[in-house]
């Protein structure tokens, strides 16, 4: 089985990236072949791990992580990022978590592929 870490830097919005990369994660959970998805959001991208957040056309995030949780893609939130930014005692989508760089060093070396965005 394959193994893939996305690294999403982007945030939910202003550009299309956050949500394009959260595109591709559901294509790859949803694939017959699915491979050992990890997500790891960092900078901006942190913020999509709160409820109810938004892209910039309006379309909700929320189901889209709830979703990929359930195909069970790990799902991370920078803790640097995370507190820098005052989300650090936030309630998070469930099934997210913060994570730290030495656990993004680990998925990174165990990683078949890295995709960032």
Known sequence: MQTILIIIHAPP???ERCLSALRLATALAGRDDKPELS?????????VGLPNQIDGAG??????VEQLVAAG?????????ALARGL???PLIPGTSIG?????AEYTLQADKVITF
């Open 59 to 64: 379309n909700g995030l929320q189901g889209m």
């Open 39 to 47: 997500i790891f959001l960092m900078s901006d991208a942190t913020v």
């Open 100 to 104: 730290t760089l030495p656990e993004l």
């Open 13 to 15: 919005y202003g550009s």
């Open 73 to 81: 893609v790990t799902i991370k939130l920078c803790r640097t990022c």
């Open 88 to 90: 650090g005692d936030l």
